[in-house]
Structure formats: C-alpha cells, structure tokens
C-alpha cells in the first residue's frame, strides 16, 4: 500500500480512506477496466450497422489484443482479485452481452438463443487473437491474426445471412 500511495503521489492516510485494503484497489481498478470495455462495446454496437463485415469482423477480432496491450493488469487482476468485486464473478457474462447486443445489431432477425450461441464463439474467437498475439512462439503470428480475422468475418456473413433467410421465410 506505501509503493501505491507514493507511485499516486498520495499519502498512505488518504489512500486507506478510500481503499482500506489492496483488495478494494484491485476492485475500483476492474470496475474502471469494466466500464472501458463496456464503452468500447457501445461505441462498436453503434457503428456496427454502418460498418461492412470486414471492418466489424477486424474491430471484434482486435478488441481484446488492443485492450490488453493498452491494460495489461487487466487480466491478472480478474484471475487473483476476482473475489473483491461481485461482478468479476461475471466479466465473461457481461462481455458475452456486450457481443450479443453488437450481434443484435447487424443481425437483428436472428433469435436471441442463437445471438447468446454465437456470441458465446465470438467471444472465444477473440479469446484466441489474444492468445495468438501474445505466443511468441508463432513465427507468423500476423498471418495467424488474419486468419482468425476471416475466420470471424465468413462467421458474421453466416449470421448475417441466416437473419436474412429467416426474415425472408417467416414473411
């Protein structure tokens, strides 16, 4: 808690009365890291109808590889704090909604059970592009990146496309 306080150039009294442990550190920081990443998602669920699948399918792709280069802490505070804040319990809930509402938004037609499915492999998708990324034992990891880049764009075109056909069948 010292090495926090001078690293904020605060002193240890004023740090304690507003985090009287690291715990609450770690919680206040995830919540912030949380509403980032909410934000994030907003400004993407707004933009998402103007944008041609292979933009979309490249922001989703790299959201969470530019959110983790710019927030490293992020997902070491969410494995060893996830106790201090009731909602880490659900960070992957809360980010899967924030999928579902961008998918809802290009791909409005389809069911909410299959936006909840295909949201839950978007998720997954991007899991892996961080997980790419930071493997430097790939020697191309720019190629892998683009792969999985296509990959989520023909998996939007699908779900985009299924929407379609079922709005063109249930008319």
Do not use: C, W
Request: charged share 20%; aromatic share 6%.
């Amino acid at each position: 808690m010292t090495a926090i306080a001078s690293r904020a150039g605060a002193s240890i009294g004023s740090l304690y009365q507003f985090f009287p442990t690291k715990d609450r550190i770690a919680g206040a920081l995830l919540e912030s890291y949380l509403n980032i990443l909410a934000e994030t998602f907003h400004k993407l669920r707004e933009a998402a109808p103007s944008l041609d699948v292979s933009l979309l399918a490249s922001r989703l792709t790299r959201t969470f590889v530019k959110f983790r280069a710019t927030h490293p802490a992020f997902a070491v505070l969410v494995e060893t704090y996830s106790y201090a804040l009731p909602r880490t319990m659900s960070i992957r809930e809360s980010l899967r909604r924030e999928i579902e509402s961008v998918l809802a938004e290009v791909a409005p037609h389809l069911a909410p059970a299959e936006i909840a499915v295909r949201a839950a492999v978007i998720q997954q998708i991007m899991k892996a592009a961080v997980a790419v990324n930071g493997d430097t034992s790939i020697a191309s990891r720019k190629a892998v990146m683009d792969e999985l880049e296509g990959l989520m764009r023909h998996y939007l075109q699908d779900a985009i496309q299924r929407a379609n056909r079922d709005t063109l069948t249930s008319s």
